[in-house]
């Protein structure tokens, strides 16, 4: 990835974005012409009623959900041309943040396993046993 070099370039930042979903009723706009830019070391949070297209747009911007239209830009370069490896080495530095993260938790989970479930994903470790030596105690 490229730093940005250039103060005027927003770290994220989001253009026209739209996704629509086909339904049995019509197009379903869920996220519509929206636009948001984000500066390093800011933090934006998405504020509004259920089922108003929050976390939508938060897929959608880390290509969890394809955009029907749109730009998202990273540093200045749209991420939604970035190919699948591309995508998966960026995606290591980003995350949604739930609005009830006491909701996303699993009380039959163990902790330490739901810590280390995205540095599985991110395959941060190289197997298993690493995983457990560097996390001994």
């Not at 994220?12 to 739209?18: D, G, H, P, Q």
């Not at 749109?70 to 370069?77: A, S």
Request: aromatic share 6%; net charge positive.
């Amino acid at each position: 990835m490229t730093q940005v070099k250039d103060k005027s370039i927003p770290l994220v930042e989001v253009r026209s974005l739209k996704k629509y979903f086909k339904t049995p009723y019509g197009m379903l706009h869920a996220v519509d012409d929206v636009n948001l830019s984000i500066e390093k070391g800011k933090t934006l949070g998405i504020v509004g009623e259920s089922g108003c297209g929050k976390t939508t747009l938060g897929r959608v911007t880390l290509r969890h959900l394809e955009a029907t239209a749109g730009q998202v830009l990273y540093k200045g370069e749209n991420i939604l041309d970035y190919d699948k490896a591309r995508m998966a080495e960026l995606k290591k530095s980003m995350q949604l943040i739930f609005q009830d993260p006491y909701a996303s938790l699993d009380p039959r989970i163990p902790m330490r396993e739901l810590i280390a479930e995205p540095l599985r994903i991110a395959k941060a470790f190289a197997n298993k046993k690493t995983w457990e030596e560097d996390n001994a105690g």
